[in-house]
Every structure is written in C-alpha cells, then in structure tokens.
C-alpha cells in the first residue's frame, strides 16, 4: 500500500510564497518521476511541475520563473515553492508519483490535495 500526503497549503496575498510539501510512503521499491497538478474550479487537472529521480525538471509556461520543484529522495519527498503567486493561481494542488511497489508494480499515486487560495 503506497500514501502520498501533501501539506503546505493555505491563504496568501497576492505576490506571496508557499512551500508544499509531499511525502510518500509504504510499500515503494523506486520513485520515478513525481509532480505537481493542479485544478481550479471548473477547469482541468493541469501539470505543474515534474522533475525525475535524476532532478529532471519541466514546468508549465504559467510557473516557469516562479515556482521550483525539488525533490529528497532519501526521504520519498517532493516539494514546490511557489513565489510571486497570483490569484490564478488559486486552485487544489495535487501531488503524483510514479513509482514501482515492492511487488514491483508500476503505476501512477496521487496524494489528496492542498488547497493554494491566492487573494487580497
């Protein structure tokens, strides 16, 4: 049994910074690429962020310049800072692993979601 559990959310003004936080753990043989999603209301899960087990990066044109993704893989963990947020920013923030089990299953994990609320 694989768990992803973000946490890191919360209110910000508009300009502001958050630092999210996703920590997985459980039966994990090997993290390959983890990543932020996000959904506003209304619209499409969207990609964030993804970086490798190698620190691969790719960001979506909306972040890039503003938001970094990092990853501690002695710790199974991801982090996004996100500077000089907007209110288009504002959306549920979901964490992705994709990861081999310890039976050696592959497959995609999603953590529950943080809500990101950029406004004055």
């Known amino acids: 049994q694989v768990q992803l559990v973000e946490s890191g959310g919360g209110l910000v003004q508009p300009g502001g910074s958050l630092r999210l936080s996703c920590a997985a753990s459980?039966?994990?043989?090997?993290?390959?690429?983890m990543g932020w999603y996000r959904q506003a209301p209304g619209k499409q899960r969207e990609l964030v962020a993804t970086?490798?087990?190698?620190?691969?990066?790719n960001y979506a044109d909306a972040v890039k310049g503003r938001f970094t993704i990092s990853r501690d893989n002695a710790k199974n963990t991801v982090y996004l800072q996100m500077n000089s947020l907007k209110p288009e920013d504002t959306a549920v923030y979901y964490c992705?692993?994709?990861?081999?089990?310890?039976?050696?299953?592959?497959?995609?994990?999603w953590g529950q979601g943080t809500q990101v609320t950029v406004s004055s």
């Open positions: 970086i490798t087990s190698d620190r691969s990066t």
């Open positions: 459980g039966s994990i043989f090997s993290i390959y690429v």
């Open positions: 992705k692993a994709n990861l081999v089990t310890t039976m050696r299953y592959r497959n995609d994990y």
